[in-house]
């Protein structure tokens, strides 16, 4: 079992940042893949960033350039460093961890841009 707690969302206007942070915990071990993705009312759950254990990113092409993945050392905090952020970046944002047959997911955490 993996445990995910977001946290870091919040109202920030066009063009400001936010980073947010999935703190992981329980069996970790067998983590092969970290992310966040985001949905926003009236749409589906769509991948916003992930990073693998050897290291490899993917990008969502809308936030490519905008958006950072990262992770501690321990692997077990995975932070989304968000720039330039537009009112289309509105949504919830959930943090995902994936072993091999399962994928677990947080709670969410809400980011609003808006003036």
């Known amino acids: 079992q993996v445990q995910l707690v977001e946290s870091g969302g919040g109202l920030v206007q066009p063009g400001g940042s936010l980073t947010l942070i999935c703190a992981a915990s329980?069996?970790?071990?067998?983590?092969?893949?970290m992310g966040w993705y985001r949905q926003a009312p009236g749409n589906e759950r769509h991948l916003v960033a992930r990073?693998?254990?050897?290291?490899?990113?993917d990008y969502a092409d809308s936030v490519r350039g905008r958006f950072t993945i990262s992770t501690n050392s321990a692997k077990n905090t995975v932070y989304l460093q968000m720039n330039s952020l537009e009112p289309d970046d509105t949504a919830v944002y959930y943090c995902?961890?994936?072993?091999?047959?399962?994928?677990?997911w947080g709670k969410g955490t809400l980011v609003t841009v808006s003036s």
């Open positions: 990073i693998t254990r050897f290291g490899d990113y």
């Open positions: 329980g069996s970790l071990s067998s983590v092969v893949v």
């Open positions: 995902n961890v994936q072993t091999p047959g399962v994928a677990y």
